[in-house]
Protein backbone atom coordinates (compact mmCIF):
# COMPACT_ATOMS: atom_id res chain seq x y z
CA UNK A 1 0.00 0.00 0.00
CA UNK A 2 1.26 3.55 -0.14
CA UNK A 3 2.83 5.18 2.22
CA UNK A 4 2.05 8.55 3.88
CA UNK A 5 5.12 9.82 4.98
CA UNK A 6 4.03 13.98 5.64
CA UNK A 7 1.42 16.02 6.70
CA UNK A 8 2.07 19.75 6.18
CA UNK A 9 -0.50 22.42 6.70
CA UNK A 10 0.54 25.81 6.37
CA UNK A 11 -1.16 29.88 5.88
CA UNK A 12 -0.65 30.56 2.48
CA UNK A 13 0.34 34.13 1.59
CA UNK A 14 0.36 35.05 -2.16
CA UNK A 15 3.09 38.08 -1.56
CA UNK A 16 5.30 35.77 -0.51
CA UNK A 17 7.17 34.97 -3.95
CA UNK A 18 7.07 39.24 -4.99
CA UNK A 19 8.24 39.76 -1.51
CA UNK A 20 11.12 37.49 -2.18
CA UNK A 21 12.35 37.78 -5.46
CA UNK A 22 12.31 41.20 -6.10
CA UNK A 23 14.99 43.94 -6.30
CA UNK A 24 17.19 43.86 -2.50
CA UNK A 25 15.87 47.73 -2.43
CA UNK A 26 12.34 46.50 -3.46
CA UNK A 27 11.75 44.14 -0.17
CA UNK A 28 10.18 44.59 2.42
CA UNK A 29 11.88 45.09 6.28
CA UNK A 30 10.74 41.26 6.69
CA UNK A 31 11.65 39.37 3.53
CA UNK A 32 15.25 37.96 4.78
CA UNK A 33 13.30 36.35 7.86
CA UNK A 34 10.11 35.39 6.42
CA UNK A 35 12.79 33.79 3.16
CA UNK A 36 14.67 32.29 6.35
CA UNK A 37 11.42 30.38 7.64
CA UNK A 38 9.75 29.32 4.52
CA UNK A 39 12.97 28.03 3.25
CA UNK A 40 13.12 25.80 6.45
CA UNK A 41 10.37 24.57 6.30
CA UNK A 42 11.01 23.46 2.94
CA UNK A 43 13.38 20.95 4.16
CA UNK A 44 10.56 18.85 6.35
CA UNK A 45 8.89 18.11 2.79
CA UNK A 46 12.48 17.06 1.08
CA UNK A 47 12.87 14.69 4.18
CA UNK A 48 9.53 12.61 3.16
CA UNK A 49 10.56 11.94 -0.08
CA UNK A 50 7.30 12.24 -1.67
CA UNK A 51 6.36 10.78 -5.47
CA UNK A 52 2.64 12.27 -5.28
CA UNK A 53 1.61 15.45 -3.57
CA UNK A 54 -2.45 15.34 -2.07
CA UNK A 55 -2.96 19.08 -2.25
CA UNK A 56 -5.77 20.76 -0.37
CA UNK A 57 -7.07 24.64 -1.46
CA UNK A 58 -10.10 26.62 -1.96
CA UNK A 59 -10.43 28.52 -5.49
CA UNK A 60 -10.58 32.07 -4.27
CA UNK A 61 -13.75 33.05 -6.92
CA UNK A 62 -11.13 32.70 -9.98
CA UNK A 63 -13.30 29.33 -11.52
CA UNK A 64 -16.05 28.95 -8.87
CA UNK A 65 -18.23 31.23 -8.27
CA UNK A 66 -21.63 31.68 -5.93
CA UNK A 67 -23.75 30.10 -9.05
CA UNK A 68 -21.86 26.93 -8.64
CA UNK A 69 -19.46 26.09 -5.68
CA UNK A 70 -19.21 22.69 -4.35
CA UNK A 71 -18.37 21.94 -1.03
CA UNK A 72 -16.22 19.70 -2.36
CA UNK A 73 -13.43 19.02 -5.44
CA UNK A 74 -11.40 16.88 -7.04
CA UNK A 75 -9.44 17.44 -10.03
CA UNK A 76 -8.78 14.54 -12.11
CA UNK A 77 -6.58 15.68 -15.25
CA UNK A 78 -3.23 14.53 -16.90
CA UNK A 79 -1.85 18.59 -16.21
CA UNK A 80 -3.34 21.51 -14.60
CA UNK A 81 -2.49 25.19 -15.57
CA UNK A 82 -1.65 27.32 -12.43
CA UNK A 83 -2.47 31.22 -11.74
CA UNK A 84 -4.74 33.35 -12.94
CA UNK A 85 -4.44 36.99 -14.63
CA UNK A 86 -4.80 39.06 -11.42
CA UNK A 87 -2.44 36.96 -9.31
CA UNK A 88 0.26 37.76 -11.82
CA UNK A 89 -0.46 41.20 -11.76
CA UNK A 90 -1.50 41.82 -7.99
CA UNK A 91 1.19 39.25 -6.23
CA UNK A 92 3.48 38.70 -9.11
CA UNK A 93 2.89 34.97 -9.07
CA UNK A 94 4.22 32.99 -12.19
CA UNK A 95 2.24 30.30 -14.15
CA UNK A 96 2.80 27.03 -13.51
CA UNK A 97 1.59 23.61 -15.39
CA UNK A 98 1.73 20.91 -12.59
CA UNK A 99 1.23 17.15 -13.65
CA UNK A 100 -1.48 15.27 -12.27
CA UNK A 101 -1.52 11.42 -11.13
CA UNK A 102 -5.27 10.61 -12.39
CA UNK A 103 -4.41 6.86 -11.02
CA UNK A 104 -4.81 8.10 -7.68
CA UNK A 105 -7.65 10.94 -8.25
CA UNK A 106 -9.95 8.61 -9.57
CA UNK A 107 -9.25 5.90 -6.74
CA UNK A 108 -9.57 9.10 -3.72
CA UNK A 109 -12.80 10.24 -5.64
CA UNK A 110 -14.72 6.66 -5.98
CA UNK A 111 -13.17 5.95 -2.43
CA UNK A 112 -14.36 8.89 -1.29
CA UNK A 113 -17.88 8.96 -2.25
CA UNK A 114 -18.40 5.22 -0.75
CA UNK A 115 -17.00 7.45 2.70
CA UNK A 116 -20.11 9.99 2.22
CA UNK A 117 -18.60 12.73 0.78
CA UNK A 118 -20.21 13.42 -2.50
CA UNK A 119 -17.22 15.12 -4.06
CA UNK A 120 -17.89 17.18 -7.44
CA UNK A 121 -14.91 16.30 -10.25
CA UNK A 122 -13.67 18.52 -12.66
CA UNK A 123 -11.39 17.67 -16.00
CA UNK A 124 -10.71 21.30 -16.79
CA UNK A 125 -9.42 22.84 -12.79
CA UNK A 126 -7.15 25.28 -13.39
CA UNK A 127 -5.28 26.17 -10.40
CA UNK A 128 -5.07 29.13 -7.97
CA UNK A 129 -2.50 30.50 -5.53
CA UNK A 130 -4.31 28.22 -2.37
CA UNK A 131 -1.84 25.47 -4.23
CA UNK A 132 0.56 26.95 -6.01
CA UNK A 133 1.83 29.03 -2.85
CA UNK A 134 3.03 25.90 -1.35
CA UNK A 135 4.62 24.93 -4.46
CA UNK A 136 6.70 27.96 -4.01
CA UNK A 137 7.18 27.56 -0.61
CA UNK A 138 7.98 23.76 -0.21
CA UNK A 139 8.14 22.29 -3.46
CA UNK A 140 8.97 25.23 -6.13
CA UNK A 141 10.91 22.93 -8.50
CA UNK A 142 6.90 21.91 -9.22
CA UNK A 143 8.36 17.98 -10.25
CA UNK A 144 5.89 16.08 -8.37
CA UNK A 145 2.33 14.89 -9.66
CA UNK A 146 -0.67 16.53 -7.33
CA UNK A 147 -4.06 15.64 -6.72
CA UNK A 148 -5.80 18.90 -6.11
CA UNK A 149 -8.84 19.04 -3.77
CA UNK A 150 -10.78 22.24 -3.17
CA UNK A 151 -12.81 22.79 -0.48
CA UNK A 152 -16.08 25.70 0.09
CA UNK A 153 -14.61 28.34 3.11
CA UNK A 154 -16.29 30.90 1.42
CA UNK A 155 -19.87 30.52 0.17
CA UNK A 156 -22.63 30.06 2.60
CA UNK A 157 -23.74 27.61 3.90
CA UNK A 158 -20.47 26.30 4.44
CA UNK A 159 -19.79 22.29 5.81
CA UNK A 160 -19.19 22.51 9.36
CA UNK A 161 -15.62 22.06 11.22
CA UNK A 162 -16.49 18.90 12.28
CA UNK A 163 -17.11 17.70 8.87
CA UNK A 164 -14.31 19.28 7.48
CA UNK A 165 -12.54 17.40 10.24
CA UNK A 166 -14.33 14.10 9.30
CA UNK A 167 -13.09 14.65 5.84
CA UNK A 168 -9.71 14.39 6.38
CA UNK A 169 -9.84 11.34 8.40
CA UNK A 170 -10.94 9.49 5.21
CA UNK A 171 -8.64 10.85 2.90
CA UNK A 172 -6.06 9.63 5.45
CA UNK A 173 -7.78 5.99 5.43
CA UNK A 174 -8.09 6.47 1.62
CA UNK A 175 -4.42 7.68 1.26
CA UNK A 176 -3.41 4.68 3.33
CA UNK A 177 -5.33 1.92 1.47
CA UNK A 178 -4.45 2.93 -2.10
CA UNK A 179 -3.01 0.11 -4.08
CA UNK A 180 0.98 1.16 -4.79
CA UNK A 181 3.79 1.41 -3.59
CA UNK A 182 4.55 5.20 -3.68
CA UNK A 183 4.89 7.73 -1.25
CA UNK A 184 2.37 10.27 -0.83
CA UNK A 185 2.73 13.72 1.23
CA UNK A 186 -0.52 15.47 2.10
CA UNK A 187 -0.18 19.44 1.88
CA UNK A 188 -3.10 22.05 2.39
CA UNK A 189 -3.31 25.28 3.30
CA UNK A 190 -5.71 27.92 4.80
CA UNK A 191 -5.76 30.26 7.72
CA UNK A 192 -5.42 31.99 10.99
CA UNK A 193 -7.53 34.75 11.69
CA UNK A 194 -7.53 37.09 8.77
CA UNK A 195 -9.62 40.06 7.42
CA UNK A 196 -10.00 40.82 3.99
CA UNK A 197 -11.38 44.24 2.62
CA UNK A 198 -12.52 45.22 6.10
CA UNK A 199 -11.79 47.37 9.06
CA UNK A 200 -9.31 45.30 10.81
CA UNK A 201 -6.98 43.93 7.68
CA UNK A 202 -4.37 46.23 8.38
CA UNK A 203 -3.87 46.68 11.57
CA UNK A 204 -0.48 46.05 12.76
CA UNK A 205 -1.05 42.16 13.51
CA UNK A 206 -3.46 39.61 12.58
CA UNK A 207 -7.13 40.77 13.94
CA UNK A 208 -7.18 38.14 16.77
CA UNK A 209 -3.85 37.08 17.87
CA UNK A 210 -5.51 35.09 20.53
CA UNK A 211 -7.50 33.21 18.06
CA UNK A 212 -4.00 32.11 16.05
CA UNK A 213 -2.25 31.05 19.71
CA UNK A 214 -5.47 28.51 20.29
CA UNK A 215 -5.62 27.58 16.84
CA UNK A 216 -1.70 26.89 16.53
CA UNK A 217 -1.70 24.74 20.19
CA UNK A 218 -5.22 23.11 18.88
CA UNK A 219 -3.22 22.02 15.15
CA UNK A 220 -0.06 21.15 17.03
CA UNK A 221 -1.11 18.92 19.83
CA UNK A 222 -4.41 17.83 17.57
CA UNK A 223 -6.94 18.49 20.07
CA UNK A 224 -9.91 18.27 18.15
CA UNK A 225 -11.91 18.00 21.04
CA UNK A 226 -11.18 21.44 22.17
CA UNK A 227 -11.27 23.02 18.24
CA UNK A 228 -15.27 21.72 18.28
CA UNK A 229 -16.02 22.85 21.45
CA UNK A 230 -14.66 26.41 20.44
CA UNK A 231 -14.68 26.69 16.83
CA UNK A 232 -17.98 27.61 14.96
CA UNK A 233 -18.88 29.98 11.78
CA UNK A 234 -20.07 32.42 13.94
CA UNK A 235 -16.62 32.40 16.20
CA UNK A 236 -14.52 32.44 13.26
CA UNK A 237 -16.27 35.19 11.72
CA UNK A 238 -15.94 37.21 15.36
CA UNK A 239 -12.16 36.53 14.32
CA UNK A 240 -11.77 37.99 11.21
CA UNK A 241 -14.27 37.90 8.19
CA UNK A 242 -12.07 35.19 6.19
CA UNK A 243 -10.69 33.06 9.13
CA UNK A 244 -13.03 30.20 7.84
CA UNK A 245 -9.86 29.11 6.08
CA UNK A 246 -8.75 27.67 9.44
CA UNK A 247 -11.06 24.44 8.15
CA UNK A 248 -8.67 23.54 5.78
CA UNK A 249 -5.89 23.60 7.98
CA UNK A 250 -8.38 21.33 10.67
CA UNK A 251 -9.16 19.28 7.53
CA UNK A 252 -5.12 18.40 7.33
CA UNK A 253 -4.79 18.06 11.19
CA UNK A 254 -7.61 15.51 10.57
CA UNK A 255 -5.38 13.45 8.03
CA UNK A 256 -2.43 13.46 10.29
CA UNK A 257 -4.94 12.20 13.13
CA UNK A 258 -6.32 12.96 16.69
CA UNK A 259 -4.21 13.60 19.87
CA UNK A 260 -0.86 13.47 17.63
CA UNK A 261 1.32 16.13 17.99
CA UNK A 262 2.90 18.07 15.12
CA UNK A 263 6.76 17.35 14.65
CA UNK A 264 7.63 20.91 13.23
CA UNK A 265 5.88 23.89 14.14
CA UNK A 266 6.66 27.80 12.79
CA UNK A 267 4.70 30.94 12.75
CA UNK A 268 5.76 34.28 12.19
CA UNK A 269 3.73 37.44 13.02
CA UNK A 270 3.39 39.36 9.34
CA UNK A 271 1.85 42.92 9.74
CA UNK A 272 -1.91 42.03 9.23
CA UNK A 273 -1.68 38.18 9.37
CA UNK A 274 0.36 35.61 10.89
CA UNK A 275 2.09 32.92 9.12
CA UNK A 276 2.00 29.37 10.31
CA UNK A 277 3.94 26.63 9.39
CA UNK A 278 3.22 22.89 10.45
CA UNK A 279 4.60 19.16 9.52
CA UNK A 280 3.43 16.05 10.89
CA UNK A 281 4.94 12.40 9.86
CA UNK A 282 2.62 9.87 10.64
CA UNK A 283 5.21 7.12 9.96
CA UNK A 284 8.81 9.04 11.53
CA UNK A 285 11.85 8.26 11.04
CA UNK A 286 15.32 9.22 12.22
CA UNK A 287 16.01 10.79 9.43
CA UNK A 288 12.78 12.91 9.05
CA UNK A 289 13.31 13.81 12.96
CA UNK A 290 17.23 14.98 12.06
CA UNK A 291 15.71 17.12 9.53
CA UNK A 292 12.71 18.81 11.12
CA UNK A 293 15.36 19.54 14.14
CA UNK A 294 18.17 21.06 11.51
CA UNK A 295 14.97 23.22 10.18
CA UNK A 296 13.76 24.30 13.77
CA UNK A 297 17.53 25.27 14.69
CA UNK A 298 17.30 27.52 11.57
CA UNK A 299 14.04 29.00 11.63
CA UNK A 300 14.18 29.20 15.33
CA UNK A 301 10.83 26.97 14.91
CA UNK A 302 9.66 24.03 17.08
CA UNK A 303 9.94 20.47 17.45
CA UNK A 304 6.90 19.78 18.87
CA UNK A 305 3.48 22.39 19.99
CA UNK A 306 3.61 25.60 20.29
CA UNK A 307 1.00 26.58 23.35
CA UNK A 308 -0.86 29.50 23.88
CA UNK A 309 0.76 29.83 27.58
CA UNK A 310 4.05 30.66 25.69
CA UNK A 311 4.89 33.94 27.08
CA UNK A 312 5.03 35.39 23.48
CA UNK A 313 1.49 35.94 23.43
CA UNK A 314 1.04 37.52 26.34
CA UNK A 315 1.15 41.25 25.19
CA UNK A 316 -1.84 40.24 23.37
CA UNK A 317 -3.88 39.31 26.51
CA UNK A 318 -2.73 42.20 27.83
CA UNK A 319 -4.13 44.37 25.07
CA UNK A 320 -7.45 42.35 25.06
CA UNK A 321 -7.54 42.27 29.23
CA UNK A 322 -8.24 38.70 29.26
CA UNK A 323 -6.13 36.40 31.73
CA UNK A 324 -3.29 34.32 31.26
CA UNK A 325 -3.78 31.11 30.00
CA UNK A 326 -2.54 28.17 32.21
CA UNK A 327 0.47 26.41 31.28
CA UNK A 328 -0.15 23.55 28.15
CA UNK A 329 -3.68 24.13 27.64
Keep these: MAELTAVLASTHHPFYYKATTSPEEERPPYAADWQRKVEAYRETLTAAEPDILV ?7 HQLWLDNYPQFLIGKQETYDATFYNEEREFGIPKFTLNGDIELSRYMHEQLLGKDFDFAVSHELKI ?3 IICPIITVRPDADLPVVPIYTNIFVPPLPSPKRFYQLGRAIR ?5 FPSDKKVAA ?22 PLFDADAIEWLSTGNIDAILA ?5 SMAGSGNATHGFMDLLLMMGI ?12 LDLFHTREMYMTWYPNKNQSQLDAAARAAETAQASTGPIYASDPAWEQFRTAQGRPAAAAGS
Design 128 to 130: DHS
Design 230 to 234: NVTHE
Design 256 to 267: AGPDVHADYVDQ
Design 173 to 177: EVIDS
Design 187 to 208: IGTGHLSLELGGPRQFGEHGPD
Design 55 to 61: MVGADHF
